[in-house]
Nanobody, 123 residues
Framework: QVQLVESGGGLVQPGGSLRLSCVASGRIFNIYTMGWYRQAPGKQRELVASITSGGTTNYADSVKGRFTISRDIPKNTVYLQMNSLKPEDTAVYYC?????????????????WGQGTQVTVSS
């Protein structure tokens, strides 16, 4: 059973910074692309940033130059460093990963989500 567990959310003032972490656990063979999504009240979930196993990154236009995604492959962990936060960054942030792991039916590649962590940017 694969699990993604996020941490690092909270309340921060505009212009402040937060660092989100997401750790994948389970009987994992490989982790391919990892990413962060967010969902604000009344809005659809959107991609914030992603990173491939080779280190190629992709960012939403709204966060380019402010957010940085990185990963620690041996630790099965992905990070999101968020700087110069704005009120419009307020949302629940979800970790997502494409993982090959051992399941009850053998080796299975599937997409997994974390439970989400709240980020609130407000004065």
């Amino acid at each position: 059973q694969v699990q993604l567990v996020e941490s690092g959310g909270g309340l921060v003032q505009p212009g402040g910074s937060l660092r989100l972490s997401c750790v994948a656990s389970g009987r994992i063979f490989n982790i391919y692309t990892m990413g962060w999504y967010r969902q604000a009240p009344g809005k659809q979930r959107e991609l914030v940033a992603s990173i491939t196993s080779g280190g190629t990154t992709n960012y939403a236009d709204s966060v380019k130059g402010r957010f940085t995604i990185s990963r620690d492959i041996p630790k099965n962990t992905v990070y999101l460093q968020m700087n110069s936060l704005k009120p419009e960054d307020t949302a629940v942030y979800y970790c997502n990963a494409d993982i090959s792991a051992l399941g009850t039916m053998g080796r299975v590649r599937a997409n997994y989500w974390g439970q989400g962590t709240q980020v609130t940017v407000s004065s």
